[in-house]
């Protein structure tokens, strides 16, 4: 079951949905609308190695904005902090994001029960984009669970803005052992 924006804004004031900084206009039928925040990350390595934590370069947008290209991946974060102690979260683009060829959250979109942190954003362009820091980008519907909740404490749950992937910490592996 999905919250609706007024039942989101009433969450908030209990304390059971975090949003910061929280702004009730952002409020919409079944979401919140969520902004882009300041920073943005990308990858330098020419191939990525999943075995190998990945090296990346971290880009301030500047005020008069930036522009990103297609063929990259982007990681961007939001301005806000997002999540819940009860209820798990999706983040996807607005609609007019969406609708000028940049998408984000296109793979990992599920935000677990106790995650609040500043998501960070998958982001890819069809055609260059400029973006700006605070534009809206994205929304945040909250869900309901079923059953015991468990609360998410993975590696990326005391983020505190854009992270890369970790995935090379999932292997115990060494090169030779994967031959």
Known sequence: ???TGPQ??????RGRVVIDPFTPAHIEPNSYGFRLGTTILTYTDTELDACRPPT?????IPSGGMVLDPG?????ESAE????????????ANRSTASMGMWI????????????????????????VRIWPGMPIGK????????????????????TGVRPSSLSSDFHLSRQDLS
């Open 140 to 159: 945040i519907a909250f869900w309901v669970t079923l059953g015991q909740r468990s609360a998410y404490c993975g590696r990326y749950a005391r983020s």
């Open 1 to 3: 079951m999905i919250l």
């Open 81 to 92: 902090v997002l999540g819940s102690p009860i209820y798990a979260a999706t983040l996807h």
């Open 72 to 76: 990259r991946l982007y990681l961007g």
């Open 105 to 128: 959250q296109f793979s990992a979109d599920l935000g677990h029960t106790g995650a609040i942190i500043p998501w960070t954003l998958e982001i890819r362009v069809a055609q260059p």
């Open 56 to 60: 990346v370069c971290a880009t301030e």
């Open 8 to 13: 989101i804004h009433v969450e908030v004031a």
